[in-house]
């Protein structure tokens, strides 16, 4: 409904009267005599004020963006303006009510992590010579070292806070050990958030009967309390044991930022810059006997709209010597993603680690190729296991996600083939009663050298050449709707979820993603501007100009 007026969705009352206004110079039924040109206007301006009567009323507006078109199912307990306003009061404090159970079902909605720790250092590195004795041919070793699994479900409390909860399990050959973990959360504001976190104690259970050791041991409670405010932000820590840790967050400008901790572990200062697509992090850190380590974390974000990102990370220390991380990340759906982590180390050698993240619980499976830096070990862990994911992820998972997803558009097209048919008929008729408007506005944009749309695009623009590029199927001519629009030289298209639904536009391409490509010449100077389906459009621009 926002889009049919082309008002944004915090637009006032009198911005939406406005808006309504114009419409109604170009759509009333009354400024159009002829029958054929009557009858169509008669179904645009019912569309437009019926637009105009939601967005008006207040109670109304609040259900329709809390439910969006559903509010207007006749399934639903809500009808259109007919209802006193009492009623509609009454049903949108059920609304609010129940939209408070989602968001508590939400927040309680549970998560977890899986770790299996696989060492393969037998497998890949050839330096080792093993001699296998009698105790070894008895009890061979296990590729398989250590598990953990974690699991919490957060639940909402009254005043802002919450509580949250987390089991953690870790069992290797030597002991299991359970840990609980309690956390309270309370949100002053915005910018003050306090935190508690209670951890009664480990449990450990032994293998070896024999142990003499108790079989539980006490933990800690910790205190967090975090200040942020304008551009900067602190946090102090308090441990009872062992102790307490501060830090400090405050932007320097508007890529720099200054970061300082300081603790019972040492004093950690550093610099945080991001520049396009690369975020970087510098730190230098000083532990209590004085002992120095420098490390620079990259991350670059190869391609955003995919989801696929590059971290490195170099550490040079005293005592630990150089390490190298390089992680690499890809998403293959909305809700699962995997990432690939090579690490190099001077002292530690060898690892490998793969994460699998669906929704919100998350795999890990590391694994410990070498405990030295060898040539093997490294070119295993990875060209081979880059090689093998790049092959699945083309033989497989691509396959499969274009399959998916043509079957999704199928599906929309067939749920939605006699509304766009209708939509299609409808906007063809208001280009036509647009015309006399247009004349008008061109001729007086002309006349003090203005904005005049020279071509307008919409539809599935992925390749814009403007030499070859040419209309078909999936890309529609919406000069004449932009030029309309046009007010005082200025042309404004308002965010949405899409501009299918503005007077004269309709979907050519349901399921595809659709940009606007617009032309135009201002200043007779000529422009061009290409937006996506949901971005505003704000024009003339000095950086449109056409070199």
Not at 133 to 142: A, F, V, W
Not at 290 to 316: M, P
Not at 381 to 391: D, E, K, M, N, R
Request: proline share 4%; charged share 25%; aromatic share 10%.
């Amino acid at each position: 409904l926002y889009a049919v007026l082309n008002v944004p969705r915090d637009a006032s009352l009198q911005d939406i009267k406005t808006a309504y206004r114009r419409l109604c110079v170009m759509f009333h039924p009354d400024k159009h005599s002829s029958a054929v040109d009557n009858a169509s206007a008669q179904k645009t301006f019912e569309r437009i004020k019926f637009a105009y009567q939601t967005l008006s009323n207040h109670e109304q507006r609040v259900m329709y963006d809390l439910l969006g078109s559903k509010v207007f199912d006749q399934k639903l307990p809500i009808v259109p303006s007919t209802k006193y306003n009492e009623e509609l009061k009454e049903e949108y404090e059920k609304l609010m009510k129940y939209k408070q159970e989602v968001n508590k079902l939400l927040h309680s909605a549970p998560s977890g992590s899986m770790q299996v720790y696989f060492n393969l250092t037998r497998i890949f590195d050839r330096s080792m010579d093993y001699e296998l004795t009698d105790s070894d041919e008895e009890q061979p070793q296990s590729l398989v070292t250590q598990a953990a699994f974690s699991h919490s479900i957060e639940h909402p409390l009254k005043d802002h806070s919450s509580v949250k909860l987390n089991l953690s399990l870790l069992a290797n050959s030597a002991y299991a050990q359970f840990k609980p973990t309690i956390t309270f959360t309370h949100f002053f504001s915005k910018r003050l958030t306090f935190d508690m976190k209670y951890v009664p104690g480990k449990l450990f259970f032994f293998q070896d009967p024999n142990r003499t050791e108790s079989l539980f041991q006490p933990e800690y409670m910790k205190y967090n309390l975090h200040l942020s405010h304008m551009d900067s932000e602190a946090s102090l820590v308090a441990l009872l044991v062992p102790g307490f840790s501060g830090g400090l967050n405050y932007r320097i400008s508007k890529r720099f930022s200054g970061i300082m901790n300081l603790g019972f572990g040492g004093l950690s200062s550093g610099i945080k810059y991001e520049v396009s697509k690369l975020i970087g992090v510098s730190t230098l850190h000083i532990s209590p006997t004085l002992k120095l380590s420098l490390s620079n974390n990259f991350s670059f974000f190869v391609d955003e709209g995919k989801g696929n990102a590059l971290s490195i990370f170099t550490r040079l220390s005293a005592s630990s010597g150089f390490e190298l991380n390089i992680s690499g990340m890809t998403s293959l759906t909305k809700e699962i993603s995997i990432v690939g982590h090579l690490g190099l180390s001077t002292t530690a050698g060898v690892f490998l680690d793969f994460r699998l993240y669906r929704g919100r619980y998350e795999y890990s499976f590391p694994m410990q190729l070498s405990p030295e830096l060898n040539s093997l070990s490294i070119f295993y862990g990875s060209v081979v296991p880059l090689t093998i994911f790049l092959a699945i992820k083309k033989l497989i998972i691509e396959p499969y996600i274009r399959h998916q997803e043509e079957k999704e558009k199928e599906d929309l097209k067939k749920s939605t083939e006699h509304e766009n048919i209708a939509r299609k008929r409808a906007s063809a008729n208001e280009i036509l009663l647009m015309q006399e408007t247009v004349n008008r506005i061109v001729a007086n944009e002309k006349k003090i050298k203005g904005l005049i749309i020279q071509r307008a695009w919409y539809g599935a623009l992925d390749n814009i050449s403007d030499q070859n590029y040419h209309l078909n199927d999936e890309v529609i001519d919406v000069k004449l709707p932009l030029q309309a629009a046009v007010r005082d030289s200025k042309l404004i298209i308002h965010a949405s979820k899409s501009k299918s639904l503005l007077p004269g536009f309709y979907d050519p391409c349901v399921g595809v993603k659709k940009k606007l490509l617009v032309v135009y010449l201002f200043k007779e100077s000529l422009h061009q501007v290409v937006v996506s389906d949901e971005e505003k459009l704000r024009i003339p621009l000095k950086n449109d100009i056409m070199t």
